[in-house]
């Protein structure tokens, strides 16, 4: 009885975390948030087939499972690496904003008499 409970919500589990994740693979919006929905997807997949092979206790799914690993974490990586980069300042940080510029003449503080 509690053997059925637990494969029940493993199954529940997994199909709502799929099904959320293809909804966020259709809406969007960016392309990071599609590869993160992807990888979640995949990984559901993988967790799928280890909970089908610890529930039929056999070992025949394990290849399938390191191959999916493998497929899900080269694609995230690829795609993270031809991702444009956001722009840097000269001391190599990263800046949400364009710089002001600076000008020639310091400026006056309050009180200060130039």
Known sequence: MIWNLAVAFIALALGLS???????????PSVLDRT????????TLVC???AEAAINRHATTLPIVISLS???FLGSVSVARFM???PEDK???VTSAPAEP????PTARPGSQS
């Not at 799929?18 to 969007?28: D, F, K, P, T």
């Not at 993160?36 to 990984?43: C, Q």
């Open 18 to 28: 799929a099904l959320l994740a293809v909804v966020r693979i259709v809406r969007g």
């Open 36 to 43: 993160v929905a992807t990888e979640v997807l995949v990984s």
């Open 48 to 50: 799928a087939l280890c």
């Open 70 to 72: 493998l497929l899900g």
């Open 84 to 86: 444009p980069q956001p």
């Open 91 to 93: 001391g190599g940080r």
């Open 102 to 105: 600076v000008g020639d003449e």
